[in-house]
């Protein structure tokens, strides 16, 4: 009778070492995607307040045709103060309009803080005292510069360009929204 030989055969699987290096590579993966992911909310978040500077810039452009249309405001009023006209110069905080009813006039000064409705209180429903606001202060500032259109080397008299720049933090980062448009003296 003849005894069964044994073979040494090799074993196949994954040794120790291996397995630490595949779960290594495959934590380095899922944190990658995790920062990815964080970020990308971080993002998402500031978009409410890209809206809001959207809005506040378009609020003081609209105020401005407004005023002219209406004739409450004189071309010549159309203007920085540095230039003879009614709009502050330099970065102001947002505030209620002044009794003139234009955002970032000298009749602005000593207005309360424009607040931002964000969303129902407790009860559920918006327009009610308990709504949550949000103070744009001193966090968000707006800039209007106006400057006369020059179109090759002569000065357009009845055409300005107004920029508006609203410039706010958010945690570490400075972000500016800004919108540029022309106004004319004719309505």
Known sequence: MRKPTKTAGKQSGFTLLEAMISIVILSVGVLGLAAVYSQGLFYAALTQYDYIAEKKAEQAVEAMFTARDI????????????????????PQNILVPGTDGLVGTQTD????????????????????PDDTTLDLNPWMKRTIAI??????????????????????????KTRSYVLVSYISAFA
């Open 109 to 128: 000064t000593g207005a309360a803080d424009e607040l931002i409705t964000t969303g129902p209180g407790p009860d559920g429903i918006f327009g009610t």
């Open 147 to 172: 400057a006369p259109v020059v179109v090759a080397g002569v000065t357009e008299q009845n055409l300005r360009q107004v920029t508006v720049t609203i410039t706010y933090q958010v945690g570490t």
């Open 71 to 90: 004739k409450s405001l004189s071309w010549s009023n159309i203007n920085n103060v540095s230039q003879g006209g009614v709009f502050v110069d330099g």
